[in-house]
């Protein structure tokens, strides 16, 4: 359900000149598939997610999600598909912090054009162990329950793919098993193609599917 195909993106530096960042041949992950992304820091794993996801266009190559090549789309398009079709969970959460947990939820439900489904944000919520913390704002909460609150909106929408960016990182280590079991336990649940970039290998050594970014990158120096 996710191919690339001579996917490439540069950054412009300072003094002008191209700063390669991804150049992948062939990418491929298949619906409902679960795997963690894996790689050195600076090798392009944000980068990557951020080109699935359609937050940023790659200057050149496919990148296929279900029958969609988004990289056709205007950034419009690309930010509607996003809210339909994937989940993202950032680093920082990117929480509202004026709205309550169940808000946030809601919000995501929302901003993706479709039915505001009340009962599946608190069910989403209650499954994350939530249930009792609806009402508070991300002030209020954890780091622990942001990420939470997080991992609940990302799934809100019953998305095709969920993209996580470093999901335990800002969460202690007695936590970080919890994170990764309601990710892969609700993509599971929906079905839902799953791919976590972690540093951690106690996290990356629970997916069957471990990929090294800096395998298949060809911009990576090594």
């Known amino acids: ?104 939820v809601l919000l995501g439900m929302r901003f993706a054009g479709g039915h505001i489904d009340r009962a599946r944000a608190k069910h989403l919520l209650e499954r994350v162990g939530l249930g009792h913390r609806m009402t508070h704002r991300p002030g209020q909460l954890s780091v622990g329950e942001q990420q939470r609150v997080s991992v609940a909106r990302a799934l809100a929408n019953q998305p095709r793919l969920l993209l996580a960016d470093e999901p335990t990182a800002n969460v202690d280590a007695g936590h970080q098993q919890q994170v990764v079991d309601m990710l892969r336990d609700g993509c599971r649940e929906d079905n839902v193609a799953l791919m976590v970039v972690t540093h951690t290998p106690e996290v990356a050594n629970q997916f069957d599917r471990r990929d090294n970014l800096e395998h298949f990158n060809r911009a990576v120096v090594a």
């Open 1 to 104: 359900m996710l191919d690339l195909r001579d996917v490439k993106k540069s950054f412009t530096e300072p003094d002008g000149g191209e700063l390669p960042i991804l150049d992948i041949e062939e990418f491929h992950l298949d619906e409902g598939e679960q795997m963690a992304l894996v790689g050195r820091s600076g090798c392009g794993k944000t980068t990557l997610l951020y080109v699935i996801a359609g937050i940023s266009r790659p200057d050149s190559g496919m990148v296929k999600v279900g029958q969609w090549d988004i990289t056709l789309f205007t950034e419009a398009e690309r930010d509607r598909f996003r809210a339909e079709q994937i989940g993202y969970v950032f680093q920082t959460f990117n929480l509202l912090p004026g709205f309550t947990a169940l808000e946030n």
